[in-house]
């Protein structure tokens, strides 16, 4: 079964500041990944999603996330925070059964100060 | 706005009642999926529908049931409810029946307090 961890639940940042939001995934076999953020009172939405080919993976806003296989690793950049930033944000994993679904992580609550 | 509709936004119950939580995909999309987000238990799949016909279950107790109809839109029962059912439900759908190839859109929840 895959599993994501996301480590630390709440991350406070300075607006302008680098954004970095750690995410580790348990997988047997090649995992795809994704990060997804909630606005309050919304749904998800997608940031960006690693399946395949380049590691580096750019996605909207300004965020990016890298794979990197020896450290079971994916985790979520920007170079410079915005407070249209502050939110919570998801690492998950697709399992790879013929029934496709996301296992999320536990989410990081991103705070931007001023 | 993600396309996707979920109704009602909010719903107040008390235990033992039985509910229904509905979701229209969006325009085109085959899969239909239903998360539940607790404080305790974080995001947790409950069920896939894809075109009508189950496809997975994720971590769905047996007083929680499903279905997607063939116009598509599905709903969500949740019978005998208890207490610590009380979360935000979230519907999400996807063009196809795969997800990592078809991202998943969230509609906005609906939020389920059981008093």
């Known amino acids: 079964a895959q599993s994501v961890t996301q480590l630390g639940s709440h991350v406070s940042v300075s607006e302008g500041a680098l954004v970095l939001l750690r995410c580790n995934y348990s997988?047997?076999?090649?995992?795809?990944l994704f990060w997804y953020v909630q606005y309050p009172n919304q749904g998800l939405q997608l940031l960006l999603k690693?399946?395949?080919?380049?590691?580096l993976v750019k996605g909207i806003n300004g965020f990016e996330a890298e794979f990197k296989k020896s450290e079971t690793s994916f985790h979520l950049t920007k170079p410079s925070a915005h407070m249209s930033d502050a939110a919570e944000y998801f690492c998950?994993?697709?399992?790879?059964?013929?029934?496709?679904?996301?296992?999320f992580g536990s989410g990081t609550q991103l705070t931007v100060l001023p | 706005d993600s396309g996707v509709t979920q109704t009602p936004k909010h719903l107040i119950t008390a235990t033992g009642q039985r509910v229904t939580l509905r979701c229209s995909p969006r325009s085109g999309d085959l899969s239909v999926y239903w998360y539940q987000q607790s404080l305790d238990q974080g995001l947790q799949f409950l069920i896939q529908y894809y075109n009508g016909e189950e496809r997975a279950k994720g971590n769905i107790l047996e007083r929680f049931s499903a279905q997607q109809f063939p116009d598509l839109h599905s709903e969500l029962n949740l019978s005998s409810l208890e207490l610590g059912d009380s979360a935000l439900y979230f519907c999400a759908s996807s063009e196809r029946g795969s997800s990592y190839n078809s991202p998943l859109h969230f509609g906005n929840g609906t939020r389920l307090t059981v008093t």
């Open positions: 997988s047997s076999v090649p995992p795809y």
């Open positions: 998950a994993v697709s399992d790879t059964g013929s029934a496709r679904q996301l296992t």
């Open positions: 690693y399946t395949t080919g380049a590691t």
